[in-house]
């Protein structure tokens, strides 16, 4: 079975309040990332494989903890910090283990546990049906 990616951000990426070089490096950390969302790299590693200084990650990914997106925490285990994307944004093995994830995220930021992302809401109301929407030319 296919993979399967989060729709909550995949299909409002284009309007997330991020630089597009914020949202290219989170469709690299998507691509890198495991299922469920565990990044295994290390952001200098990062660095080498996107081709940028360390601290070029840092501000790249600074915007996307800002959001929930990608959630950071100091790592005991390795000097540093570990990061990993937030299960609402990780991509799974199949919509059962994707469904699965979500109610135990819900849960989770329900009891406090988890931080909710910080995503803008829809700034305009959708066209009423049987209405055209109000396109103009930029």
Known sequence: MAEVM?????????????SGAATKF???????SEFG???PVRQKDMAREYKITPQAVSNLMAPLCDLNIVLRHQSEARQGNSYRLHPLVAKYQS???????????????????LPNLKLPAYATTPPAEGQPPKLQVA
Do not use: C, D
């Open 95 to 113: 919509p059962e283990a994707m469904e699965a994830a979500f109610r135990n995220t819900l849960h989770s930021i329900k009891a406090g546990e």
């Open 26 to 32: 989170l469709q690299y950390l998507i691509f890198r």
């Open 6 to 18: 989060s729709p909550i951000v995949a299909e409002r990426i284009w309007a997330l309040p991020v």
């Open 37 to 39: 969302g565990q990044l």
